[in-house]
């Protein structure tokens, strides 16, 4: 069992930043691939970014170049920063894992449905 707790959410005005943390327990957190999804009221939920276990990178194109995913497996804990922030950008912000099994594992995962195991979000609000 993969437990996730997202922090750094909240009120920022537009063009602002913020960035978000999401630590994991276990112990093979580097054998996990992560990532970052977001709800909007009334809206499905929709991929952000994602950061496979072995530094694969994807973003949506609605956030690329302004949003930065990263990892340090050291400290179980998986970021985004996002700059630039519009008021489009507001949400409540998921954090997914999945463990990977096999070695040969290569793709960054987009899909919710490709991840099991999901943090409670975090509010992001951007002010206009």
Do not use: H
Request: aromatic share 10%; proline share 2%; charged share 25%.
């Amino acid at each position: 069992q993969v437990q996730l707790v997202e922090s750094g959410g909240g009120l920022v005005q537009a063009g602002g930043s913020l960035r978000l943390s999401c630590a994991a327990s276990g112990r093979t957190f580097s054998r996990y691939d992560m990532g970052w999804f977001r709800q909007a009221p009334g809206k499905e939920r929709e991929f952000v970014a994602a950061n496979n276990w072995r530094g694969g990178k994807d973003y949506a194109d609605s956030v690329k170049g302004r949003t930065t995913i990263s990892r340090d497996n050291a400290k179980n804990t998986v970021y985004l920063q996002m700059d630039s922030l519009k008021p489009e950008d507001t949400a409540v912000y998921y954090c997914a894992a999945e463990v990977v099994l096999r070695q040969s594992a290569t793709r960054v995962r987009k899909r919710a449905d490709e991840y099991q195991y999901w943090g409670q979000g975090t509010q992001v609000t951007v002010s206009s």
